[in-house]
């Protein structure tokens, strides 16, 4: 299934803030170009109501919390849950955008803004920021939804990993929800709240950590495998210390048969305490690329990396109830991790005062001209009047 094409008249400005043709920390990764969307453009949704803190409902952000390649030059990039960290009844939605790569032109990238369509239930209900918009006795039923990975399937659908149930979950091309992938019950938490600190212990035990669950989803070699990365480790995998300050460095990995069939789980195994994942994409075979960043912008940032993980020769953690905060358990092969892109790195040619906090996004696109193969790298700007989003291109090979 593919998306009609419609031709609108784009309501975004796109400037172009810099380019270069240097060599990466990988030998066989070169930048192409960086573009700056405006953080007071609009989409295409139509809709300039105002949320519950004054931002319009159009306005076109967070969108580069994640991002897919549809084909050609086709992208779909995934706002999160709007402004406000889940305080505002933001209309979750999808953004279909052209991204044009020429590398060596004097603006070798540009994008696009081409479709807007917002993401419904099967009763086609708006889902929605708001952390307060859960169904306790029928959580399946919940409105609420924070949107953090996206993947497109061979039948042309969305697979959509969320924080809030955390979820994931597979959407039509016009974002209708079609059903909720099963997921190990370990990830969950019992007790829903719409404040923060009431999701945490002592509250909840085990589950996902707020604001801490699924951040990316990868489809692996045959399409029929989905890999979804939590942002940091679970509650009762040594997660939190006794005061609910993040401590823990063993992140789950999920492995899910599309069509049903049994799962698996592995162990990623974080720099630092401090730091968290943001995205997953399949390379080839049992590889994939993990975004692995602090939570600081510009020059005070201290890790925004890319790197290559092998499934190959990890262990099985489904059996495996708890892990300790830190410390591989014995008997437990994690997935092994290479550096393969730093964006904190000279070589790159970034200005680094303006690198976002939130690097969020990873795609993989079409062949380019010489053969290499490109890789987008996007940013979410918090729906922030001030900071834009941005869009980075690398050549690899």
């Given amino acids: 299934m593919k998306l009609a094409r419609f031709s609108v008249r784009i309501l975004a400005t796109w400037l172009v803030l810099e380019f270069a043709g240097r060599r990466c920390l990988a030998d066989d990764v070169t930048m192409i170009g960086r573009v700056s969307i405006s953080p007071t453009a609009t989409d295409l949704s139509g809709q300039a109501d105002a949320q519950e803190n004054g931002t319009p409902q159009n306005r076109l952000g967070g969108h580069g919390s994640a991002i897919a390649w549809m084909g050609g030059k086709k992208f779909v990039m ?5 402004p406000d960290d889940g305080a505002t009844s933001y209309r979750c939605r999808i953004q279909i955008v052209e991204i044009d790569v020429q590398p060596g032109a004097t603006n070798p990238l540009t994008s696009r803004l081409l479709e807007t369509h917002f993401l419904t239930n099967a009763d086609g209900k708006n889902f929605v920021g708001r952390a307060s918009q859960f169904d306790q006795d029928q959580p399946e039923k919940s409105l609420r939804l924070d949107p953090e990975g996206i993947r497109v399937t061979s039948r042309g659908t969305f697979l959509i990993a969320e924080e809030y149930g955390p979820a994931i979950s597979e959407f039509d091309a016009k974002g209708k929800w079609l059903r909720d992938l099963p997921i190990p019950s370990r990830y969950r938490i019992v007790n829903l709240a719409a404040e923060p600190s009431d999701e945490l212990p002592p509250h909840n035990v085990s589950g996902r950590q707020n604001n801490r669950g699924w951040e990316g989803v990868a489809i692996g070699a045959d399409g029929q495998k989905a890999y979804a990365i939590l942002q940091n480790p679970l509650i009762q995998d040594g997660g939190l210390d ?57 020059s005070k940032s201290k890790a925004k990396r890319l790197y290559e993980i092998s499934l190959n020769d990890a262990t099985d953690l489904s059996a495996i109830e708890r892990l300790p905060k830190s410390g591989v358990p014995e008997g437990v092969r994690p997935v092994s991790k290479k550096l393969y892109l730093d964006l904190l790195d000279p070589k790159q040619g970034i200005a680094i005062a303006t690198l976002p906090e939130k690097i969020e996004g990873i795609a993989f696109g079409a062949k380019l001209a010489d053969g290499s193969r490109l890789l987008i790298v996007t940013s979410d700007n918090d729906f922030k009047g001030d900071q834009p989003t941005e869009i980075f291109a690398f050549a690899t090979r």
């Fill in 78 to 82: 995934l706002p999160d849950r709007g």
């Fill in 242 to 298: 006794e005061k609910n300050v993040r401590v823990g460095t063993n992140v789950r990995l999920l492995e899910l048969d599309l069509n049903g069939g049994h799962s698996r789980e592995f162990l990623y195994v974080l720099d630092d305490n401090s730091f968290g994942c943001s995205d997953i994409e399949w390379i080839e075979s049992d590889r994939f690329l993990v975004i692995e960043r602090d939570g600081a912008p510009g």
